[in-house]
Structures are given as structure tokens and as C-alpha cells.
């Protein structure tokens, strides 16, 4: 086995921008490009193999038939065929919709998926002027939250963020948001595709029509703790990993590198991804197998990998994810 680049699925969206495809260095002429399906399992969106022997392939067929050796034994017991994440390229040009995700137990029972965990890291912030919604900053009860639904006022109840570079959020599922304008942001979620709408702004389409909303379902989704802070903090460093989120259904960490690293996964029983953010670097696996890793591009790397060697070109940094 070998490590795994794909080619991505490009989401044109009302509120996406013209960000991805050059970050990306995409041959492509798409317009408003809101999201790059980067490494997807998700049925009718399952990423294509774009290098070596197994080129073509989509991510299902690798699972099914590489199995605990692609994506690790444990993992392989836990989710069968189901390859766990699914990480995206965003680039918001408008507010999108504010949302919630089911947990896992309310989605099983609801739809028969996974719920969604999911974590941001910000890229862009379009000069200065990107913000987000992360979390509640007062308290609300369901009756109040359906009723602010109603004289839209929700936005009154969400703490709002202007975002730098570099800044992480970590969204357990039941925990409203929202991406605002001008945010650039690579995500790491649960593989599901389960969204409840809670408020769209009224914003309307070309033929007049406002989007559906979700305010009974997301009802009891919604967790309404209330916290100080939504932003996860951390210390940023150079040439050493820097744990940003670790969980039951991911763990990230960010590394900013100008000198080689070497990578020790020979104890790890997953999957890696790489999500590289800047900048450039070689990387070597443990069977000799080379690749070239550009700012835009992500990399699995099958459970079987034991190391690698990385080698900046300059600089690089990107994020590493396991389960």
C-alpha cells in the first residue's frame, strides 16, 4: 500500500466564493466554489484515487477491499465499510446558514448515520473582515430557542467571533454555528451529511422561495450549555507537533515546519491524514514510497504505515488527523 491523494469534489454553492480553485492550483473553471470534498465516503460523493496502481478506484471500493490495513483494525471493527471522515476545503463569500448536527445516537435513530463531530481550522480571513457563530452566550430553553427562531432574534443568543488565521473550533454535534462571510477554513468532521437549518436570514432564491428549516428537529439536538469561550486555544510552535483537538472521533494536531521531521506511527492503529494549509514538502513512507505535498492538497496515509519522513521545501504546515 502507498499513500492515497484524491481528486476533489468541487461543491458550487449561493454562498461560496472564487478562493479554492487557485489555492488548490486547479486546471478548472467553476465558479463560486464553496467547499472541496477533499477525502469523502459519503454515498453519491465518494472520493477518486488520482495516483498509483489503485488510481481510479473510489474511497469505498479501498475500504472494502483493503480493510483494517487502509484504515486500522480497530477502526475497521468500529465503522465496517464506513470510512470515518470526511475533510473539506470552505471558503464562505456570504453568512451560511446557522446549524446544527444530531449526536451519534440521535442521527442512528433519525437517519441511520453517524451524528457530526466536526473541528475548523481558519485559513483566511479575507483581510480582517471573516467572522463566525460558534455556541450559545446565554442561556435559552427550547420554547425560547423555537420562539427566537420565529422573530428572528436566534443571532441575539450566538457568540460571535471575528476570526485570524491559525484560529480553531471545535463543534461537538449539538452545538450551534454558523461560517460567516470571508472565512477560509479546512474541516474535519464525522462522515455524515446530516444538517438541521435553524435560520437562514429569510434569504430567498432566484425564484423567490426561502430554504426549509429545521426547528422541531434541531430542537433537541441542540445542546444549550452555555461556555465562556467557543475557541479552542493553543500555543503555536515550530518544528513540533501541536495538539489541537482530541476526541472520540478525531485526533488533529498542526505542524508548522522549516526542518525535517520524522514520523512515528508504528504504535498508531489508524488511518493519517495529511491537510496542508502552506507551503510545500516531500514526504517518504517507510517503504520508500515518495510523494510531493502542495499547500491545497490532502494525503491519506494507510493504517500500514509504520513512518515518514518529511521535508519541508522552505516551509510547510498542515494538519495531521487520525481516529
Request: charged residues 25%.
Amino acid at each position: 500500500m502507498y499513500p492515497f491523494k484524491f481528486n476533489p469534489i468541487l461543491k458550487s454553492t449561493i454562498w461560496g466564493g472564487e478562493k479554492i480553485i487557485p489555492f488548490k492550483q486547479l486546471n478548472a473553471t467553476q465558479s463560486q466554489v464553496g467547499e472541496s470534498w477533499e477525502i469523502s465516503n459519503v454515498p453519491g460523493d465518494e472520493s477518486v484515487v488520482a495516483n498509483g496502481a489503485d488510481a481510479g478506484k473510489n474511497l469505498s471500493e479501498l475500504v472494502k477491499e483493503y480493510k483494517g490495513a487502509l484504515v486500522g483494525e480497530s477502526n475497521y471493527q468500529r465503522f465496517g465499510d464506513n470510512f470515518p471522515l470526511l475533510i473539506k476545503f470552505i471558503d464562505a463569500c456570504d453568512d451560511l446558514s446557522i446549524q446544527v448536527h444530531p449526536d451519534d445516537e440521535l442521527a442512528k435513530v433519525r437517519h441511520n448515520s453517524l451524528g457530526k463531530t466536526e473541528m475548523w481550522y481558519v485559513i483566511g480571513n479575507n483581510g480582517g473582515k471573516a467572522h463566525l457563530r460558534s455556541g450559545l452566550k446565554k442561556q435559552i430553553t427550547p420554547d425560547e430557542y423555537a420562539a427566537m427562531i420565529a422573530d428572528n432574534t436566534i443571532c441575539d443568543a450566538l457568540a460571535d467571533y471575528a476570526v485570524q488565521p491559525g484560529d480553531v473550533f471545535f463543534l461537538p454535534a449539538g452545538r450551534i454555528h454558523s461560517i460567516g462571510a470571508g472565512c477560509f477554513i479546512a474541516e474535519i468532521q464525522e462522515t455524515s451529511n446530516v444538517t438541521y437549518r435553524i435560520y437562514d436570514f429569510n434569504r430567498k432564491d432566484k425564484n423567490g422561495n426561502t430554504r426549509e428549516l429545521h426547528t422541531e428537529l434541531s430542537k433537541d439536538a441542540i445542546d444549550y450549555t452555555v461556555e465562556a469561550d467557543y475557541r479552542t486555544h493553543y500555543t503555536p510552535k515550530k518544528n513540533e507537533p501541536v495538539e489541537l483537538v482530541s476526541c472520540n472521533h478525531f485526533t488533529t494536531s498542526v505542524y508548522d515546519l522549516t526542518e525535517n521531521m520524522s514520523m512515528d506511527y508504528s504504535e498508531l492503529d489508524s488511518f493519517v491524514i495529511y491537510i496542508c494549509m502552506e507551503g510545500s514538502c516531500t514526504v517518504t513512507d517507510n517503504e520508500r514510497n515518495t510523494l510531493t505535498m502542495q499547500a491545497g492538497e490532502s494525503v491519506l496515509f494507510p493504517a500500514t504505515t509504520q513512518s515518514l519522513e518529511v521535508v519541508p521545501q522552505g516551509n510547510v504546515k498542515f494538519l495531521e488527523t487520525y481516529v
